[in-house]
């Protein structure tokens, strides 16, 4: 059998033997690792008990003192001696033994008979006695062996009681009887019979405590009696319930006290080396340790936690739940008798305090310790002990019951004066907190009602300290509580509370929550005591005013140290001051919480007081309302610390909720008020702005709504407004305007959500916005360049302004109205002032002049354009500056960048691009300032600024050539600068070229590079063009010039048009020629087309470039540059495929298609085609001719013919050589081209060649050879083509006197036909006037001016006043006589006009007319500039012509051409390229006289002009605008007193041109109620259709300049016309039968050259609508016109029939009839004429057939066929009608004899004969004749050419019907 290990036993080997007695209350409990458990309830200091443990039971103490008395069966206490004894020993001996005599009665002694046996064979006898099955042996040898032990307890048998202990391993049941647990429990007990004196040995009772553990392990319940033999030891010696070895035992039995240990690392009772069973009396009572180092062991235990041996062990199991409340009557009585004993203080056992300790757990006993708790503490002896029960009672302290709070409240009245107590005292409050949730409520109020009272614990704060350590999120909470709490009494506790708030305050050296506390002091209580609270308003004010102090209370002096930093300009400790400002933002946004939503339902505060309040916690209130109640703070901190918590920012919800509070009608803030708080707050949070504090950030865009809504106007509720009216959104104007600076302030501060949002939807904000970034606080906003832009919002805004004080006082009025009955004039508005329209959305406003000043002022201040420019997303200095970019300077931009302190990089790269042009603007102005004597502050300023830029500089050089360069910088750089270079204003295409060339050119040569010599292909450009060397050497030299090379290249295409200097226009093509991006055939052909329109339309540039060819190298540069670009071009375009399409399609009227004789095509533009041979015109250049000897291959082969061309759109051939162009290849010195351009020409063309300047002698004499080749050809023609023969004479020998050969059969041809007259007095002047000296024949002909006669030549006159190509040695003087002559002859006439004897046609006549057609010719604008050159020699015959206009106004023809030369002139003198001069300004003028004179007075004035401009086929801008001033004069109700003929007349003028205004014009007509009688509309558009078929006009006579006798084709007009006649007439011929009949049925007038009849493409419509929609008493009356005696004879027979077929077969008869025809269908008669009117049909019949017969009487006959069933069918059971129709056709034979209607008629005559009566017989022939009849007709085909109505083609005489309207009269 294995035994055992007897080591297990002897552990407490040098500590079981002890020398002597320790105090009993001094040791320290020991426990080996692994083997006791402890309660995991105890687990750590800080840590919350758990929810799990059992409650506590309540009874009350008369049943606990019963049940006390029964267990114990004490009956009578012994008294105690009331003499102590002389020793401590003696004490301790009574004590022991009393203790003795009060418990052994209550255990019993063993009741079973021991049989004693031998130790070593006590197993054998056990083993035998289970064997026999004899209990009680068993039970009583184990007795036996008890007893054994307990007489030799001090040295006992190891075979014994390893015995035991291996009995209790395999058989642990055997122990659980009642004798042995009684033996084995005695041998737990102290043994009376033993001198206390002697050694004890705690041996036997570990061994009794580890048999019955064994035991009972599995029990879960114990008996009773372990709770009192644990009692009876902890009381007395300690021996084993102190042993660690017995740990595991004691922790069982302490189950039943549902106490919460304190942990190991708490607990301070004992030393090293103590163990169970020591006591000693003489030890110090006083702590070993010093006070600093206990203060500093206790702190470390405060932190320490179980130990990672103890973390694991399971927690013991409850072994008493059954027998609780006995084990409780029983604890309780023995501790109140230990209690209430009459002893001395000194004479309390450590013991009884130990086990207190343990059995807090009962809330009687939490009670009973804490009453004494002070005194034991005090106590030195029983000062550790002490400590321990104080942390218990804390720890245990879980029910928040009556009687744990009678606890709490004689906890904190506990005074302690030793800083170790102290700091212990300190870790128990943290303790009982963590007890209980509720606890920490109830030490807050008793900490301070203690505090408030006359007992003060001067320990108070220092609990409040630890306190608000320990729960620094819910104790300010409560202590907000307690402070509401004292402001509800009676009594005012105001100043108290406040006195003692600063106390807490300053001894919690400012650690609290002071945003929670606020909180707390904000939030509604529904107790009793608030609900029927007496001062409701004192409370409310109060609890503010302590708000107020919590603010200031949080200043720190580390935060005032930081705020007087601040205020010095230094940055120290900011996080400090940053937080304090947050602090107090919060909580004023939950005081404005508190006071729109939990003061309202407290009480409703009188205005005032609410008012008050608000303004209190925002710190807006007066300084003495914060210090009045006790002066504090302090005078000299007063102002600061008010500033302090006033200068914070303010967040959202505050300035959220104030709006609100101003809109709600239930809160004392008017709308007014609430708007001035909210303006101050905002402006005050701005006002510290800085880059670490967001200081009004606002998220929701609702506050742009919100702070709008309080400007809100709205009228008194009790005054009723007129049904259907609905009042103005009116603002409150000192409310409107004081919104719009606070939004603009916070759009500032929130620029991605509140400016994004006032950008884009509030025009107004926008405005503020854009003048405080631009600094520009003008109406309209200079970010408005256009001129037009700026004079339409100041008109708009007058508009609006009118606008808006008509609806204010008609509101007025009508509030008047219901109230005063006061009439409201201007004078007498109260509103007008005060209002201003609600339209925030709507067109900005002008602001008054205050609100700008106040607006500027914000931005000094506040620097409100500087947030705005420095935000990026959006970016709104982006979109300003790309707004703005080309049309005018920005110096507002230069301000923004220098005061960016050196933050280049926030700024966008446009800004830095506009400084830079700025300063390059201002840098030949700062040289010139600089020479001059300055101010040394004017100097520091230069300084400074030319520092700034070439920082700038480096940034933008680094941007394009550093390290970082990416593609989207280096695109915004270079893009910036490049699109300025295609501005219209000189100087900012200057500055951006400087701009460029300062980033590109310094850069280049950055980091001291050496410039890197030139390579051969740029020597020449290098030479030429030194000055651009940034464009055509650095700029491909960037990193990434290939991303910005296709935007440069498109930006200097579009710069050329725009470029008036030669040289850079040189420089940007020789740029173009080498590195435009030719990669796509688009980007090839938009290059060549841009440069083709600079050559071509831009003469004079080209002229300039190319003047000094020979001698410049310039010139010769870019002369190659454009050879490279267009024989590269071709060369391209040749070798496309000719399916390949190179155009858009939009483009194609202006394309050409190209094939040479090779058999090569191409396709390109006719410009690019011109350019090129232009470019041929000029020569080679001198570097090479490669290029052009290509080109001039391609264009003009030589010995081959030219290449065609044909346009795309039409495939028609194109003229590739214009005259204008043959002039200039004649003029070139290019034999080939001269060659070309005089092959084909015509005589008028060679005649108009040969007059022209500039031409080369080697060109003029081809040309005169060509002159006499065409006199030997067709002398007649050419001599017809000549208009002065004495003058081309005259030419043709100054020609030979030039040097040219030829002409003399020309000459001669000129010559024989003059008279012999003029030979013999003026041949002779040619030759004799070059041998004159120059100075004899210019003073007489200065003197002697000539008189012009009527068969003088005005067009060559000035001609030869303004020479198109003047020659250098031309003077203007030479002019003068020609000039003086014109002059002399305009003012005679203007004399004669203002006498009244006009001379028809004049010479002002004459003159206009030659300068019309001149500038209508090519050179037009030629002439322009000539003039514009001599304006002293233009200006006054301009005058002349123009004062002569005045003199007759009635030359409507005159006028208007005059008007159109001004037009034409200041068209040419207005572009960009021209400057201002004289003569544009007078022309200016008289156009502006003119228009202010032909401006509608009224209709008839409008008509008469329109009328004029359509007379000369005026100007569609002209024609445009009089339409829609008439329409608008006749809209404004003005009466229309025009005649019926000038309406028609204006109205077949727009039909004529095509204009798209003739329905506006309709339109306007028809609307204006007296512009026609009734029937006058419907009159005038049947006239214009009318038109159609060439008539004259109904209305009126024809007019006398003979345009209304043309006929006029309505075209697409026809369809507009139909529409409005339908509008106007639904039955189409009820309003005006005559005019309508003859629209409808008349014959078109064409002649015999048109044999068929000419059916206008409208009149089918017509037909069906008339006969679908008109009454039947007009279809009746419409019959009997077409077949009446009286009908006229231009009716046309077609249209008449097929309307007669078409009543017989309209639907709307046989609505209701069977739709199955019976076989024997009868057939009806439908159309019942009379016998004359039958003849009348049958004439009809008769004249179609004559009208359409084409192929002689056979077709006459089949005509004749088909329209035969028609007649029988009117003839249907009319016998007597047939008679007649054939007795008239008989008589009417012989009478047409003679004409070709014989045969007609004797065909008619046999069928009618024929297919008469019977009835039956004709029935077979109509239905023969029907069913052949579709075959033999023809065909009407309805036509609108504008509107698609739904109408089918429809055959003669069964007409395929749309579905008819409604009948408007009675079917018969």
Not at 1311 to 1325: F, G, I, N, W
Request: hydrophobic letters at 40%.
């Amino acid at each position: 059998m294995n035994r055992a290990k007897p080591t297990t036993v002897r552990r407490p080997s040098a500590a079981a033997k002890p020398s002597g007695h320790p105090p009993p209350g001094d040791f320290i409990a020991l426990g080996s690792k692994g083997q006791a458990t402890e309660s995991k309830a105890a687990s750590t200091l800080l840590k919350p008990a758990p929810s799990s443990l059992p409650s506590e039971r309540k009874r009350d103490a008369a049943a606990a003192l019963a049940g006390a008395s029964a267990l114990t069966g004490l009956t009578k206490r012994p008294k105690l001696s009331s003499t102590p004894p002389l020793s401590a020993l003696g004490r301790l001996a009574e004590a022991a033994v009393a203790e003795k005599r009060a418990i052994s009665p209550s255990i019993k002694e063993p009741s079973v008979v021991p049989i004693e046996v031998p130790p070593a064979v006590l197993l054998d006898e056990i083993e035998a006695a289970e064997l026999e099955g004899n209990d009680d042996r068993l039970e009583g040898v184990l007795c036996g062996a008890v007893k054994q032990l307990k007489v030799t307890r001090a040295k006992p048998d190891s075979t014994l009681y390893l015995s035991l202990m291996y009995l209790a391993k395999i058989k642990p049941n055997i122990f659980a009887t009642e004798g042995v647990i009684e033996a084995l429990c005695s041998l737990l007990r102290r043994d009376a019979s033993i001198n206390f004196k002697a050694k004890g040995n705690s041996l036997v009772s570990v061994l009794a405590c580890s048999l019955l553990m064994a035991a009972y392990e599995e029990d879960e319940n114990w008996p009773e009696i372990f709770v009192k033999v644990y009692i009876e030891d902890s009381l007395g010696e300690r021996i084993w319930v102190d042993s660690p070895h017995c740990k595991t035992f004691v922790d069982n039995i302490q189950t039943a006290f549902n106490t919460k240990m304190p942990p190991k690392s708490v607990l301070l009772q004992g030393e090293a080396g103590r163990s169970g069973g020591e006591l000693s009396a003489g030890s110090s009572p006083h702590p070993s340790l010093t006070e600093e180092e206990d203060s500093q062991t206790e702190l470390l235990i405060a932190e320490e936690k179980l130990s990672p041996d103890q973390e694991g062990q399971p927690m013991p199991r409850p072994r008493y739940e059954e027998l609780a409340e006995s084990v409780e009557e029983y604890v309780l009585d023995v501790l109140r008798d230990q209690l209430t004993r009459r002893q001395p203080i000194d004479n309390v056992s450590r013991n009884l305090l130990r086990l207190l300790t343990s059995t807090c757990g009962y809330k009687e006993v939490r009670l009973m310790a804490v009453q004494k708790l002070e005194m034991w503490l005090q106590n030195p002896k029983l000062t550790r002990p002490a400590q321990d029960l104080l942390m218990s009672v804390c720890m245990n302290c879980g029910t928040h019951g009556p009687e744990d709070m009678d606890v709490i409240s004689h906890l904190i009245k506990i005074r302690l004066k030793p800083k170790v107590l102290l700091n212990h005292y300190m870790l128990c409050v943290r303790e009982l907190l963590n007890a209980h949730k509720d606890n920490l409520g109830t030490t807050i109020k008793f900490v301070i009602f203690n505090e408030l009272s006359n007992a003060r614990n001067p320990n108070n704060m220092q609990t409040l300290y630890a306190v608000l350590q320990h729960s620094s999120a819910l104790a300010p909470k409560f202590l907000a509580m307690v402070f509401q709490d004292l402001l509800t009494n009676k009594d005012d506790y105001l100043r108290a509370s406040r006195a003692l708030l600063r106390e807490i305050i300053k001894q919690t050296k400012h650690e609290i929550n002071f945003q929670a506390f606020c909180l707390g002091l904000m939030q509604e209580r529904k107790e009793p005591q608030y609900l029927d609270m007496e001062f409701k308003e004192r409370f409310v004010v109060h609890i503010t005013d302590v708000l107020a102090v919590s603010m200031m209370l949080g200043i720190t002096a580390q935060v005032k140290e930081a705020g007087i930093a601040w205020d010095k300009g230094e940055k120290k400790n900011l996080e400090v001051l940053r937080s304090f400002q947050n602090q107090i933002a919060a909580i004023q946004r939950d005081a404005v919480w508190w006071l729109h939503t939990v003061v309202p339902s407290i009480s409703k505060l009188a205005p005032k007081d609410y008012v008050h309040c608000l303004h209190k916690v925002l710190f807006t209130e007066q300084p003495e309302t914060y210090y009045k109640w006790d002066n504090w703070p302090p005078e000299s901190d007063r102002n600061f610390f008010l500033r302090l918590c006033s200068e914070v920012p303010i967040l959202e919800d505050t300035l959220m909720r104030i709006l609100v509070i101003g809109l709600s009608r239930e809160l004392p803030l008017g709308p007014a008020d609430a708007m001035e708080l909210a303006d101050h707050l905002v402006k005050r949070a701005a006002a510290v702005q800085a880059d670490d504090v967001e200081v009004l950030k606002v998220e929701r865009i609702q506050l742009i709504d919100a702070v709008l809504n309080l400007c809100t106007y709205h009228h008194p509720e009790n005054i009723q407004l007129p049904p259907g009216y609905q009042p103005p959104n009116l603002a409150i104007s000192t409310l409107y305007w004081k919104a719009w600076p606070l939004l603009l302030v916070v759009a500032a501060f929130n620029p991605e959500n509140i400016g994004l949002a006032a950008w884009e939807e509030y025009p107004t904000l926008k405005m503020l916005m854009e003048m405080v970034m631009t600094n520009n606080y003008s109406y309209p906003p200079c970010t408005l360049t256009d001129e037009e832009t700026r004079t339409e919002m100041v008109t708009r805004e007058l508009q609006v302004s009118q606008r808006e004080k008509q609806e204010i006082l008609a509101f007025e009025g009508h509030l008047a109205a219901a109230s005063t009955k006061q009439t409201i004039t201007e004078s007498s508005s109260l509103l007008l002032s005060q209002l201003t329209s609600l339209e925030p959305q709507g067109p900005p406003r002008r602001p008054p002049p205050h609100v700008l000043d106040q607006v500027k002022g914000l931005n000094q201040s506040l620097r409100l354009g500087h947030l705005l420019c420095r935000s990026r997303n959006p970016d709104f200095l982006l979109n300003i500056i790309q707004r703005q970019a080309s049309s005018q300077s920005m110096p507002w931009l230069a301000d923004l960048v220098q005061s960016s302190e050196g933050s280049l990089d926030v700024l966008p790269v446009q800004c830095l691009c506009e400084f830079l042009l700025h300063d390059a603007a201002d840098e030949p102005a700062s040289g010139e300032e600089e020479e001059e004597g300055e101010s040394r502050e004017q100097k520091a300023k230069k300084r400074q600024r030319q520092q700034k830029q070439r920082q700038l500089l480096g940034r933008l050089q680094d941007l394009l050539l550093g390290p970082r360069a990416d593609e989207q910088t280096t695109c915004e750089v270079l893009d910036y600068f490049l699109r300025r270079l295609g501005s219209s204003q000189v100087a900012s295409r200057v500055l951006a070229t400087k701009g460029l060339s300062l980033v590109l050119s310094e850069g280049s040569l950055r980091d001291g590079e050496e410039k890197e010599p030139p390579t051969e292909e740029d020597l020449g450009d290098t030479d030429a063009l030194q000055g651009y060397q940034w464009l055509l050497r650095d700029l491909p030299r960037l990193p990434l010039f290939d991303s910005v090379r296709t935007t440069t290249a498109l930006a200097l295409q579009q710069a050329i048009h725009m470029e008036t200097d030669p040289q850079t226009i040189s420089a940007y093509l020789v740029y173009l020629s080498q590195h435009t991006p030719v990669e796509e055939q688009s980007q090839h052909s938009d290059l060549a087309l841009d440069v083709a329109r600079l050559i071509v339309e831009r003469s004079t540039i080209m002229s300039h470039l190319f003047s000094k060819r020979s001698c410049s190298a310039e010139s010769d540069t870019v002369l190659a540059a454009l050879l490279s670009i267009f024989s590269r071009y071709v060369q391209r375009m040749r070798k496309s495929k000719e399916g390949e399409e190179v155009y858009s399609w939009s483009e194609s009227q202006d394309q050409v298609f190209l094939r040479w004789t090779s058999g090569e095509t191409a396709t390109m533009h006719i410009l690019v085609v011109h350019a090129m041979v232009i470019l041929l015109t000029l020569g080679p250049p001198r570097a090479g001719d490669g290029e052009f000897q290509a080109l001039l291959d391609i264009w003009f082969p030589e010995k081959k013919p030219l290449p065609t061309a044909f346009l795309v759109d039409t495939s028609e051939e194109a003229l590739l050589l214009p005259d204008w162009l043959k002039l200039r290849m004649i003029r070139s010195e290019v034999p080939r081209l001269v060659d070309a351009a005089l092959q084909d020409l015509e005589p008028q063309q060679l005649l108009l060649f040969v007059q022209s300047f500039g031409i080369p002698v080697s060109s003029m004499s081809k040309l005169l050879q060509y002159l006499d080749q065409a006199v030997a050809h067709d002398p007649q023609t050419l001599e017809q083509n000549i208009m002065d023969k004495n003058y081309m004479a005259h030419l043709v020998e100054v020609q030979h006197e030039r040097g040219a050969s030829g002409g003399q059969t020309f000459h001669s041809l000129l010559t024989a036909s003059l008279p012999a007259r003029r030979d013999s007095t003026e041949a002779p002047k040619p030759k004799s006037s070059p041998e004159q000296p120059p100075g004899q024949g210019r003073p007489r002909a200065v003197t002697q001016v000539r008189v012009l006669g009527p068969e003088d030549d005005l067009a060559s006159m000035l001609l030869q006043i303004f020479p198109l190509s003047p020659s250098p040695r031309w003077q203007s003087s030479s002019a003068r006589p020609v000039a003086l002559a014109l002059q002399q002859a305009l003012g005679r006439e203007l004399a004669r006009v203002r006498q009244g004897s006009p001379e028809v046609p004049g010479v002002a006549v004459r003159l206009l007319q030659a300068l019309a057609t001149l500038l209508n010719s090519p050179h037009g604008g030629a002439l322009v500039m000539v003039m514009h050159q001599n304006h002293f020699l233009a200006c006054p015959l301009m005058r002349q012509l123009c004062q002569y206009q005045r003199c007759v106004p009635q030359d409507t023809g005159f006028s208007s051409r005059f008007l159109k030369v001004l037009v034409q002139t200041l068209q040419w003198l207005d572009s960009p390229a021209v400057e201002a001069g004289p003569l544009q300004a007078q022309l200016k003028l008289f156009a502006a006289q003119y228009s202010a004179r032909r401006r509608i007075s009224d209709v008839r004035s409008g008509f008469l002009h329109l009328a004029e401009a359509l007379t000369f086929r005026g100007d569609p801008e002209v024609v445009s605008s009089t339409i829609r001033a008439i329409a608008a004069t006749l809209k404004s109700g003005e009466g229309c007193d025009v005649e019926p003929e000038l309406i028609s007349k204006v109205l077949r003028g727009l039909v004529a041109m095509r204009s798209p205004h003739l329905e506006e014009l309709l339109a306007a007509i028809f609307s204006a109620a007296s512009a026609f009688p009734a029937s006058g509309p419907v009159s005038v558009v049947s006239s214009l259709l009318l038109q159609e078929k060439g008539e004259p006009p109904a209305l009126g006579k024809q007019d006398s300049d003979g345009c209304s006798l043309e006929a006029v084709w309505l075209g697409p007009c026809s369809g507009l016309l139909v529409d409005w006649l339908e509008m106007l007439d639904p039955e189409v011929i009820s309003s005006c039968p005559d005019l309508q009949q003859r629209l409808l049925f008349s014959q078109s007038s064409k002649g015999k050259s048109h044999p068929g009849p000419q059916v206008p493409s409208f009149r089918p419509y017509l037909l069906a609508l008339l006969t679908h929609q008109s009454n039947w008493s007009t279809l009746h009356q419409c019959i009997h016109i077409l077949l009446g005696k009286n009908r006229e004879q231009r009716f046309d027979p077609s249209a008449s029939l097929d309307f007669l077929w078409a009543c017989i077969h309209m639907p709307r008869i046989w609505q209701g009839r069977d739709q199955r025809t019976p076989q024997k269908r009868r057939e009806e008669l439908v159309l019942r004429v009379q016998a004359p009117e039958l003849i009348g049909l049958a004439e009809l019949i008769l004249a179609e057939a004559e009208a359409r017969s084409q192929d002689g009487d056979a077709s006459a006959c089949s005509l004749l066929q088909a329209r035969l069933p028609l007649l029988l069918s009117c003839c249907r059971g009319d016998d007597q009608g047939v008679r007649k129709v054939t007795a008239h056709l008989t008589s009417c034979i012989p009478q047409w004899a003679d004409s070709g209607q014989t045969s007609g008629c004797l065909c008619l005559t046999s069928c009618c004969t024929a297919k008469g009566p019977p009835a039956a017989a004709s029935a077979g022939w109509t239905a023969s004749f029907t069913a052949s009849s579709p075959s033999s007709r023809t065909p009407v085909t309805p036509g609108r050419p504008r509107t698609e109505w739904p109408m089918p083609t429809w055959p003669v005489g069964n007409w395929l019907w749309p579905t008819p309207s409604c009948c408007s009269g009675t079917c018969p």
